[in-house]
């Protein structure tokens, strides 16, 4: 167990879901516990705007999966895992259900698990369609029969998660990196990637793109190779616009960006983020001030409540957007304007998750980006 954490944390793999954390310091913690009784929940709620990659290894390698979470559970001493599959992956539940049962039949799930002393077995249970079920706390609220609701943190779900028991909690992505580190070792994977991006990454290629689909490559080609090499450009033929990075609450990245490096920090200092992989690509016939008004009425639908900023400012941010579009003259738009970036910051350092954090990239970059969508002027856009 020891020896498998370490390989984990010496590899460098950081969380696949979103936040990006060193997935061996959770590991750690998890094991570190005095409790009797931990869980591995694997997240497979893939919530996120052209995203398949879950998916896809679920369905078409669902041993991976089942092979990284064994992996994970014994290492830390936790005996039961759950993977929480969203329910519009009924193909995903099937083939896993049928693997698990595979799986078990050949030891390696039950009392004696892989030959390894220790018990570990697990299931998968079905999501009910809310984007918020795919944030951790309310994931694990969600599996305990209520729901969805965020937790705050701390206490963090490594500590106090299902039924209040330390809980590893990790992206289906991340749990099937395991068994390449631990079979080719750690230095192996971490000679893939740049700076503190190691590894490889299933981009997902989605939108107004000729050749859409899964690109597994090392963190560090840049989005212009990914969206014009392997993508090839707009399925339209038209220009490109933007392209949306990282789910409905990403940040629309404009081509004058687009050699940046696909490296966690690298899109975090343009005020980005990666997330899952997700891209999702536009033309210049997409109004951006239409997709600014709809990250927040998206943020108005799926907010949970827990939270001031999110649960009124998502509101109060489409009807401010409406009243700039329909301002009579320059100097209202902008008045609407500054009170718009003024609502981002709110959300943004202001929200208990990043549901309503992230809200405020789309919004943000899109006026940043492109004013003219606004009807706003570029220098005042850029204030
Ligand atoms: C609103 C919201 C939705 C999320 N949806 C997902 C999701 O669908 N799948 C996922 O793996 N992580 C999702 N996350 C991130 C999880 O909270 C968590 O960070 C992740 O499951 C941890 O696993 P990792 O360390 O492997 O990334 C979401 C977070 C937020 C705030
Ligand atoms: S930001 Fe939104 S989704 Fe997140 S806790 Fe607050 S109300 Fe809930």
Redesign the pocket.
């Known amino acids: 167990g020891e020896q498998t954490v370490a390989a984990v944390l010496d590899s460098g793999l950081r969380?696949?879901?979103?936040?990006?954390?060193p997935?061996g310091i959770?590991w750690r913690t998890v094991r570190d516990t005095p409790q009797q009784q931990k869980y591995v929940v694997c997240?497979a709620?893939?919530?996120?705007s052209g995203t398949f990659a879950d998916r896809m290894l679920m369905e078409g390698d669902p041993f991976l999966l089942i092979e990284g979470m064994a992996i994970a559970g014994i290492a830390v001493g936790a005996s039961y895992g759950y993977i929480y599959v969203r329910s519009e992956y009924p193909q995903a539940v099937a083939t896993l259900r049928e693997a698990l049962d595979i799986a078990r039949d050949a030891g390696y799930l039950g009392a004696n698990a892989g030959a390894s002393g220790q018990a570990f077995d697990m299931e998968v249970r079905v999501g009910a369609g809310a984007?918020?079920c795919?944030?951790?706390t309310a994931l694990l609220d969600s599996l305990e029969g209520k729901r969805g609701i965020v937790r705050a943190k701390p206490p963090i779900p490594a500590l106090q998660g299902l039924f209040g028991q330390p809980t590893l909690?990790?992206?289906?992505l991340?749990l099937a990196s395991v068994p390449l580190i631990l079979a080719k070792g750690a230095p192996f994977y971490r000679d893939y990637g740049m700076g503190r991006s190691l590894g490889t990454m299933p981009f997902q290629l989605a939108g107004n793109v000729r050749h859409g689909g899964l690109v597994e490559r090392a963190f560090g080609l840049t989005l212009r190779e990914l969206v014009e090499g392997y993508g090839g450009g707009t399925a339209s033929g038209r220009p490109l616009k933007a392209a949306q990075v990282g789910g409905p609450l990403g940040a629309w990245v404009p081509p004058s960006q687009f050699d940046t490096p696909l490296d966690y920090e690298a899109f975090a200092a343009m005020g980005a983020m990666l997330g899952?992989g997700g891209v999702v690509v536009a033309d210049d016939s997409l109004d951006l001030a239409r997709m600014a008004r709809f990250a927040l009425q998206f943020c108005a639908e799926e907010s949970c409540g827990k939270c001031t900023p999110c649960r009124i400012g998502s509101t109060r941010g489409v009807e401010v957007i409406d009243r700039l579009l329909a301002a009579p003259d320059q100097g209202r738009r902008d008045e609407q304007a500054l009170i718009l970036k003024d609502l981002c910051d709110t959300l943004q350092y202001g929200s208990l998750?990043?549901?309503g954090g992230m809200t405020s990239y789309p919004v943000a970059s899109a006026l940043k980006h492109f004013p003219a969508d606004f009807g706003l002027a570029p220098s005042e856009a850029e204030q």
């Open positions: 969380g696949r879901g979103g936040a990006a954390f997935a959770k997240n709620d893939e919530g996120d984007y918020i795919g944030e951790e909690v990790h992206n289906v991340t899952h998750c990043a549901l």
